[in-house]
């Protein structure tokens, strides 16, 4: 896959444009998977990688320093036992506030939450990417705020750009519910 650095783990999401792909790797759990890339710039690259193919992938957009996003962590349990069976992925994209130790950080959080499925930690242009693919889709008000949550269809298309925390259990069970029955 290129020279990239195969001896780390996790690899901080770096904006170049060499053409390197993401591929998952596992981390110190099986189910918590780092994703480690160069070059990709959109979410829309992210979900056309192997990983995602003929998934309907529930995306989570956190900070490691924002509350609210962490206290949702507190329903991810029902939410992958309900969809245990099914063709879901879970992709969780921590945004990196430039602290010092965010990466750090961020590596530890994925691992003490336990947050099964794919786990990126990526740029301000990357984050700012996403919100420009979506902007047309979401109230205003709620523009650059965290948590916030995106669901995609089996091709990698946005289905819900502003879609249902996990908290909110049964309306979100249904978004999910509504693009898994959706035909190609």
Same mark, same amino acid.
């Given at each position: 896959? /290129? &020279?990239?650095?195969? +001896?780390?783990?996790?690899?901080?999401?770096?904006?170049?444009?060499?053409?390197?792909? #993401?591929?998952?790797?596992?981390?110190?759990?099986?189910?918590?998977?780092?994703?480690? $890339?160069? +070059?990709? *710039?959109?979410?829309? *690259?992210?979900?056309?990688?192997?990983?995602?193919? $003929?998934?309907?992938? !529930?995306?989570?957009?956190? +900070? =490691?320093?924002?509350? #609210?996003? %962490?206290?949702?962590?507190?329903? @991810?349990? #029902?939410?992958? *036992?309900?969809?245990?069976?099914?063709? =879901?992925?879970?992709?969780?994209? *921590?945004?990196? !506030?430039?602290?010092?130790?965010? !990466?750090?950080?961020?590596?530890?959080?994925?691992?003490?939450? &336990?947050? %099964? /499925? !794919? &786990?990126?930690f990526i740029s301000a242009k990357f984050y700012m990417n996403i919100w @420009?693919? %979506?902007?047309?889709?979401?109230?205003?008000?709620?523009?650059?705020?965290? #948590?916030?949550?995106? %669901?995609?269809?089996? @091709? $990698?298309?946005?289905?819900?750009a502003d879609a249902a925390r996990p908290s909110s259990q049964n309306i979100?069970? @249904?978004?999910?519910?509504? =693009?898994?029955?959706?035909?190609?």
């Amino acid at each position: 896959m /290129g &020279n990239y650095r195969r +001896g780390s783990i996790i690899v901080t999401l770096m904006m170049f444009s060499i053409g390197f792909f #993401p591929e998952a790797v596992s981390s110190q759990s099986a189910k918590v998977k780092t994703i480690k $890339g160069y +070059g990709i *710039s959109s979410l829309d *690259s992210v979900l056309m990688q192997k990983e995602f193919a $003929g998934k309907v992938v !529930y995306i989570d957009i956190w +900070g =490691v320093h924002c509350i #609210p996003c %962490i206290e949702e962590f507190a329903y @991810n349990e #029902p939410l992958k *036992s309900r969809f245990i069976d099914k063709e =879901v992925a879970f992709l969780y994209l *921590s945004l990196d !506030y430039d602290h010092k130790d965010d !990466y750090d950080l961020w590596r530890k959080m994925i691992q003490a939450k &336990n947050l %099964i /499925g !794919y &786990n990126m930690f990526i740029s301000a242009k990357f984050y700012m990417n996403i919100w @420009n693919g %979506i902007r047309d889709s979401v109230n205003k008000k709620d523009m650059y705020l965290i #948590p916030h949550y995106i %669901i995609a269809d089996r @091709n $990698g298309k946005i289905a819900f750009a502003d879609a249902a925390r996990p908290s909110s259990q049964n309306i979100l069970y @249904n978004q999910i519910e509504a =693009v898994l029955q959706k035909q190609d």
